[in-house]
């Protein structure tokens, strides 16, 4: 895994000394991503330099080193990825006479273009990628991202300057570019706690879309073409739906995500996995164990907080899988301790907090091995989130009764504080007492009360009303309110699903865990997004997604061939931690400083009343505003750190 950086400036004709400054600086300010080795390429006549940092997983010696050039020198790539498949294609090229100085997938891509073409090989790769591409005939750049959009990509254009990077920070260490917030995509981030692409915070500059090739010629617009769209999967996956037994459909994803997981277990360095015992990482780590000699190296992170805390669930499936297991019990101030570096690890606005636990767990991976595999991606591939199941239930009351009874009920449930909900559900047995029962409760009555068109929104909002907190921000209204896509997927669960596979899925959940692994110089793999496998889900009727209210039905069909029931039969619990009891205590002092009511109004971009009401309200206990108030405190301590410096 690797972090890459470039400049284009075709008018101003920069001097090869001023190309290779700015590539370094672009560099260095994401040598979290590459600690190993760095590079830089420069063309003083056509004003373009590729840098690279280097964080080497596959073929260590000098060969790999990047920006590499092709054998016939038309080609150089700066490259951040894994291809899983590299062996095959370099045997193939190979067979046809072509000549490898190393073992890199670095020099498997260069190759594969320079034989078959960009467009053609794109199509080919197995793996995660995000990539520059440098085409000296033709003085063509091609950036290009992975299908589901794992690794991360951003670019932009400011008159005659084109820069572009893994990472924001890099984009901002060119001297030539001044940034400035975008309204818009704050308003949107309050909205959902992640910028969704393809804005970033930053006015002028965008997130590649996955599955996109960009293309940057000289005197030309940028053109943005698709290689692979999730719409076209899943039409075409509607056409040919698998008709199959229950034993065939469980043999044919065991066969596929074992060979997804073979390919991910190749390393030249120490391998591991993280372990959640929950069914996504279980699964994982179960087919790696099957596949391995050796004891896997296992890890996981536990809290004293009960509702928070796995760690004794991945011990037990580590206990009986038979891996190597390491855990660490990590304290409330040890958490704590991480928020202060989260703005320099997202380096924009980020506000899940389960990237708390996620950068804790990959640092202590860190610590043993150089590559993990996740079980991200489950969720959304097999409809595993408890909401497609409470949010079905909830739509089928809408059609059963009147809107005005809804708001009835809904108020009423309101006007208990989620505090007392908690009380009152506390006479449940804790084996079937989901966590935050009144947080959860409000948050279902807010959609038990919307429209048709707004249900999903409504679901997965933070800020319902966002406009009303940003000064002079526009929202932008996305994917998630096109119609069309209702005529694409119009059951209910594919649609959610589709929207976060979309959207949840690469701005959030794929961010969340490159960003906290990379700041450790970790590289996570993820088998269960390999695209095969995203594309064999779209295939899948319900029936075998969820089944009798069971989440992942087809999926626990594979870990069941590996574990017994009771081990993994359990309520999901998500990774996160106790944000909201936090801001009453230990954490009240930072976060009131930071909504302090002079900084905020002398910053400009955020309207203080709002924010004001939700905090008195939560510091009382009437409310839960965790959600709503991360979200501004995540942007406060990122605005605090980048634009004020």
């Known amino acids: 895994m690797c972090g890459i950086a470039g400049i284009i400036d075709y008018i101003s004709q920069p001097s090869e000394g001023s190309l290779l400054e700015s590539a370094n600086l672009m560099a260095d300010a994401i040598t979290n991503r590459g600690p190993d080795d760095n590079g830089v390429w420069v063309d003083e006549q056509n004003g373009i330099a590729l840098s690279h940092r280097r964080l ?56 594969a273009c320079a034989t078959w073409g960009i467009h053609k090989t794109i199509g080919r790769l ?74 970033s915070i930053y006015e002028g500059i965008s997130k590649l879309a996955p599955g996109c090739i960009l293309t940057i010629q000289p005197g030309k617009k940028a053109q943005l073409d698709s290689y692979w769209s999730l719409s076209d999967v899943v039409r075409k996956g509607k056409r040919s739906e698998l008709n199959v037994s229950d034993d065939e459909a469980t043999d044919a994803l065991d066969n596929l995500l074992s060979d997804a997981v073979s390919r991910r277990m190749v390393a030249d360095v120490p391998l591991g996995a993280f372990l959640s015992g929950g069914i996504d990482s279980s699964t994982i780590v179960a087919l790696m164990q099957a596949q391995s000699s050796r004891p896997v190296h296992s890890y996981s992170i536990g809290f004293q907080e009960t ?18 297991h390491t855990e660490l019990y990590v304290t409330p101030k040890e958490a704590q301790e991480v928020i202060a570096k989260l703005p320099d690890i997202y380096d924009e606005p980020f506000a899940d907090s389960s990237q708390i636990p996620t950068y804790l767990v990959s640092s202590l991976t860190r610590r043993h091995v150089t590559v993990a595999l996740s079980g991200d991606g489950g969720d959304e591939c097999f409809a595993g989130y408890n909401r497609y199941v409470y949010a079905e239930r909830i739509r089928r009351a809408q059609k ?58 409504r679901l997965i909002s933070h800020w319902d009303e966002p406009e009303r907190l940003v000064y002079k921000g526009n929202e932008k209204r996305g994917v998630i309110w096109d119609p069309a896509v209702r005529d694409l997927v119009p059951d209910f669960i594919e649609h959610m699903q589709y929207l976060d596979l979309l959207t949840y899925l690469p ?96 910053q400009g971009y955020l309207n203080y009343g709002p924010i004001k009401q939700k905090w008195e309200e939560h510091l009382s206990g009437k409310r839960n505003w965790q959600y709503q108030l991360w979200n501004v405190l995540m942007f406060q301590a990122w605005h605090e750190r980048w634009m004020n410096s």
């Open 400 to 457: 059963l009764l009147p809107k005005a009874f809804r708001g009835s009920i809904a108020s009423l449930v309101r006007s208990i504080s989620p505090k007392q909900l908690d009380d009152l559900a506390n006479i449940l047995p804790s084996s079937i007492k989901p966590n935050q029962v009144g947080d959860r409760l409000h948050k279902l009555m807010d959609v038990l009360s919307a429209d048709e068109e707004e249900f999903y929104p």
């Open 507 to 602: 701005d959030d959940i794929l961010t969340k865990v490159d960003r906290a692994s990379m700041a450790v110089s970790l590289e996570t793999r993820v088998p269960l997004l390999d695209h095969r496998v995203v594309e064999f889900s779209c295939q899948l009727p319900m029936r075998f997604k969820i089944r009798d209210g069971k989440s992942k039905w087809l999926l626990r069909q594979v870990l069941y061939k590996h574990m017994p029931k009771e081990l993994v039969e359990r309520p999901k619990m998500g990774f996160g931690v106790p944000i909201g009891e936090w801001l009453r205590g230990p954490l009240r002092e930072w976060a009131e400083a930071l909504l302090d009511e002079a900084k905020i109004n002398g």
């Open 307 to 324: 509702g928070f805390n796995e760690a004794q669930h991945a011990a037990d499936v580590a206990r009986h899988l038979g891996t190597d």
């Open 126 to 199: 197995i793996g995660m990628f995000a990539f520059a591409l440098w085409d000296k005939k033709e003085k063509t750049l091609y950036l290009v991202r992975d299908r589901l959009g794992i690794k991360p990509l951003y670019w932009g254009s400011f008159g005659s300057l084109f820069l572009f990077g893994s990472e924001l920070k890099a984009l901002r260490a060119h001297r030539g570019w001044e940034p400035k917030i975008n309204r818009d995509a704050l308003t949107s981030f309050m909205r959902f706690s992640y910028v969704p692409s393809p804005m």
């Open 56 to 111: 080497s997983i596959i073929d260590r010696s000098s060969a790999g080193q990047q920006p590499m050039m092709s054998n016939d020198g038309r080609y150089i790539i700066a490259y951040n990825g894994e291809i899983y498949n590299f062996k095959e294609l370099r045997n193939e090229l190979k067979s046809i006479g072509k000549v490898f100085k190393g073992n890199s997938d670095t020099e498997v891509i260069l190759e």
